[in-house]
């Protein structure tokens, strides 16, 4: 699955989270400051401003802050793009591989897309700051608004929703592509084995429908994830600043930090509560597969052998596939029971967790909204499990029947639930014999 496609790939992965931990830790150390002589932001009018004298009036400060922001980010781009051009030419110098350009510059480049999606995203909540805040002095004070400044803050986030939109459909397209490009890659090697793999059971089925909803999922659920890093990255610190404005919150009263403390936790106890409710579902995923290409199996050699796909030896088989499903929707019914009913509850976690601050009036409604959309991406980030377990579950029990293919090719034993023989499978008949 990875060997086909990635260069060693637990050097490889390994290697790319301590070098990102390395340029993170870098970053923060030296070369955040380095900016000012080395950024090439200025061609694009991304300068750094030029220190204000003292006492200089609060707007002149505030201009002069979002303009060092700016450049400090334009810098942060340029060195991310430097370290990740250095962490690809290291690979193709260590272990040159066909499929290098996809699955380790293309890797690159989506996760630089992905970041500067977070970094839009971050742009957006900060706008619905100030837009906010706006409303409030407009209904508060009638004509302390201008038209000309409302439509004026309007355009602004069309601005960067344009960008965004963009961005997303763009970084959508080379996905697909870096996705079936993995696909081929697994395909042409599981292909160039066939001799050895074609004896395992639905190993026709494996290659053909596993790799592409291997390819599929991993297509959806990896980018996910990977945004769901990013933008922690991007908006726990927000979080964490924002966290100065609540000085308590219910149950726990004064808690340093307390709008991370109440993502984390919540997120944790979720997690925690899903992976005991689903427990089970990968295995009954697994089967389900089995018995599903056992049955179709039976039908495809039915259309060329008479003799085959026997009423009798069907009705086993399908029995087989009717009591796997029954089983699978049993265990959803009380994992949707918990998953759902967590999920309906985060909604409200935000506002109880705020309830203090809001009714002694310490904070603004801009504040509030900011307050408000960075815990649902702090807290959706930590729900990735959550939100994502019945796919992962699918592609659990997909690379369990990959992973028998890699078994074999290694000369190492197959898993257990691959020597497990289902009851209509162990009697169903040989192929030639009638049964009767």
């Known amino acids: 699955m990875f060997a086909s496609f990635f260069p060693r790939p637990k050097a490889f992965f390994l290697s790319g989270i301590l070098w990102t931990a390395v340029c ?7 070369a955040r400051g380095w900016g000012e002589q080395f950024s090439l932001g200025g061609l694009i009018g991304a300068n750094y401003p030029t220190p204000l004298p003292e006492g200089a009036d609060e707007a002149a400060v505030a201009t002069s802050n979002i303009a060092r922001d700016w450049a400090i980010d334009i810098w942060l781009y340029q060195y991310m793009l430097v370290a990740g051009a250095a962490f690809a030419a290291a690979w193709n110098w260590m272990a040159p591989h066909r499929w290098f350009w996809w699955s380790v510059v293309v890797s690159l480049i989506i996760l630089f897309v992905v ?22 002095r407009a209904l508060a004070t009638p004509g302390s608004v201008t038209i000309e ?3 004026s803050s309007m355009l602004t986030f069309l601005s960067i929703a344009m960008v965004y939109i963009t961005v997303a459909v763009l970084n959508n397209f ?7 490009r993995w696909r081929t890659a697994m395909n042409d090697y599981y292909v160039a084995h066939w001799d050895r793999l074609r004896h395992i059971e639905g190993a026709s089925q494996r290659i053909q429908e596993d790799t592409m909803r291997f390819a599929s999922i991993m297509q959806g659920l990896g980018v996910a994830f990977i945004d ?14 924002f966290s100065k404005f609540v000085e308590q919150i219910p149950i726990f009263g004064a808690v340093p930090q307390a709008l991370v403390f109440v993502a984390v936790g919540w997120a944790i106890f979720g997690t925690s509560l899903l992976a005991l409710a689903g427990i089970r579902l990968p295995g009954l995923e697994f089967r389900n597969q089995r018995v599903e290409a056992a049955y179709r199996k039976e039908l ?9 796909a026997q009423p009798p030896t069907l009705a086993m088989l399908f029995a087989d596939v009717r ?4 089983r699978l929707y049993f265990n959803y019914l009380y994992f949707n029971v918990a998953r759902y009913g967590y999920l309906q ?13 809001v009714v002694t009036g310490a904070i603004t409604l801009g504040v509030f909204q900011q307050i408000s959309r960075a815990f649902d991406r702090v807290q959706s980030s930590f729900q990735f499990l959550v939100n994502s377990w019945t796919t992962i579950v699918e592609l659990i029990s997909i690379y369990k029947r990959l992973k028998a293919f890699e078994a074999t090719l290694e000369d190492k034993p197959l898993d257990t639930i691959e020597a497990e023989v289902e009851p209509a499978a162990a009697a169903t008949p040989p192929a030639g014999e009638v049964p009767v």
Do not use: C, K
């Open 228 to 241: 769901s890093v990013m933008t922690l990255v991007a908006f726990l610190p927000l979080l964490w600043g």
């Open 345 to 357: 509850a985060s909604v409200l976690v935000a506002y109880v967790a705020l309830a203090p601050t």
């Open 115 to 136: 970041w500067f999606q977070v970094q839009l995203d971050v742009m957006i909540n900060n706008w619905f700051g100030s837009f906010y805040d706006m409303l409030q």
């Open 149 to 151: 400044s409302y439509y």
């Open 323 to 326: 009591h796997n499903y029954f």
């Open 174 to 180: 080379l996905v697909s592509h870096y996705i079936f």
């Open 24 to 30: 993170i830790a870098f970053w923060y150390g030296v």
């Open 300 to 308: 495809v050699i039915g259309e060329d052998f008479a003799e085959r």
